[in-house]
């Protein structure tokens, strides 16, 4: 099995770098959710940030409903124009933290070994 670093995980899914040769390949992150992984850019992991919070929005028209959260089932688009996926509010939500906490992750890496070095 290769080797990965972790860079962040929920009880949906999971996100790391792939590792070769002992180094660890940053360019592309691997995102797992559910049974479904992508292999994303950075740019990439925004662009289904933003089509997350999109499917958000567009389907906030039952919120009085106690069933919502589990019964219904909305269309989220991916950076990836062949491929939607069928998820609950419940797993939106829970893909929106998977990915918000690989982005905060990443940008923070990015910081402290970037910009925010003296």
């Known amino acids: 099995m290769k ?3 972790q860079i962040y995980y929920n009880d949906s899914g999971t996100s790391f770098y792939w590792k070769k040769e002992d180094e660890v390949v940053s360019d592309k992150v ?3 959710f559910r049974e ?5 850019t950075k740019h990439e992991l925004q ?4 089509c997350i919070e999109e499917s958000i929005k567009l389907n906030k028209c039952c919120d009085n409903c106690e069933l ?17 996926l069928a998820v609950s509010m419940e797993e939106l939500n829970s893909v929106k933290d998977l990915v918000d906490g690989t982005l905060f992750k990443i940008n923070l ?8 070095m003296n």
């Open 36 to 40: 479904t992984g992508f292999y994303f």
């Open 30 to 32: 691997q995102l797992i």
């Open 47 to 50: 662009v289904f940030n933003c």
């Open 68 to 84: 919502k959260i589990k019964c219904h089932k909305f269309l989220l688009k991916t950076p990836c124009s062949q491929i939607d």
């Open 109 to 116: 890496e990015d910081y402290l070994f970037g910009v925010g």
């Open 3 to 5: 080797e990965i670093k």
